[in-house]
Nanobody, 124 residues
């Protein structure tokens, strides 16, 4: 079992930055691939970024490449999402997810554990 708690969301102006954190509890965190997803009102949940269990491989949606950075600290059981140059279209509820596999998945159905989400609002 892995329990996930996100934090760091909030209101930011266009062009601003936020850093999301996802604190995990459970023995399998360090052997789990982690992902960040987001869901805007009326839209499906979409993949944003993912990181392999070791942190050696990262993946990004095209819409956030060059602006967002995912990282993890297995000693702290925490995964991060640094979001820079935020745009109004980045506004959504952001979810952290864990997948007890080595490799990252991009489909929400590939993840077994989810946090409760944190709201990101970007004002224009």
């Amino acid at each position: 079992q892995v329990q996930l708690v996100e934090s760091g969301g909030g209101l930011v102006q266009t062009g601003g930055s936020l850093r999301l954190s996802c604190a995990a509890s459970g023995r399998t965190f360090s052997s789990s691939a982690m992902g960040w997803f987001r869901q805007a009102p009326g839209k499906e949940r979409e993949f944003v970024a993912g990181i392999s269990w070791s942190g050696g491989s990262t993946y990004y949606a095209d819409s956030v490449k060059g602006r967002f950075t995912i990282s993890r600290d297995n000693a702290k059981n925490t995964v991060y999402l640094q979001m820079n140059s935020l745009k109004p279209e980045d506004a959504a509820v952001y979810y952290c997810a864990a997948r007890p596999k080595v490799r990252v998945g991009v489909d929400p159905n590939e993840y077994d554990y989810w946090g409760q989400g944190t709201q990101v609002t970007v004002s224009s």
